[in-house]
């Protein structure tokens, strides 16, 4: 700046307290000294936050719950350990990595939360695991029987067709048929270990 400049811009007052001093009036719940702390801390702590949280309305709030925060807690800081600034960022940050961890539990429950309504029920699952093995077992148990057997059983039973439409088909007296489904049928039953 120019020396003509710094005529044009007031000189600060005398210093105030500074935020250590501060902090201790806040302690004893002096509210002028929260309100002039409030002031020099309110934007580099929002400034932490909104870098930390990305959002604009999320920034507000956590900064406005951190400052609540010094108000309550002001007695807990120790010079000893760090400025007075430093301890106030440090629970904004905190604060603030609180909420993106919050956030990220939430999404998480919320995802899990999906897949398992996206999982079959459990029953569902055995059922089906149930099902493709009695087929198996079934056509385990097809292939032990006679080719004449085998014919019979599918053409009644897979295809649909009466006793007397499979005798047409496989041009056979209706009731050889009628003996070779119930011979192929009593080898299933006993194969598949049903009881009669």
Known sequence: MRPADLRSHPRPGP???D???LLGMVARGDQE???RLYDAVAGPVLGLVRGVLRDPAQSE?????VLVEVWRTAARFRPDRGSAMTWVLTLAHRRAVDRVRAAQATTDREHRAALLAQ???FDEVTEQVEARLEREQVRRCIRTLTELQRQSVTLA????LTY???AE????PLGTVKTRLRDGLIRLRDCLGVNA
């Not at 039973?157 to 649909?160: A, C, I, K, L, P």
């Not at 088909?169 to 056979?172: D, F, G, P, V």
Request: glycine fraction near 8%; aromatic fraction near 10%.
């Open 19 to 21: 935020l250590q001093e």
């Open 33 to 35: 000294a929260f309100s």
């Open 61 to 65: 709030e956590v900064a406005q719950e």
């Open 164 to 166: 007397r439409e499979v």
């Open 169 to 172: 088909l496989l041009s056979l």
């Open 157 to 160: 039973y897979y295809r649909g």
């Open 119 to 121: 999982t079959p029920a």
């Open 15 to 17: 210093a105030g307290p």
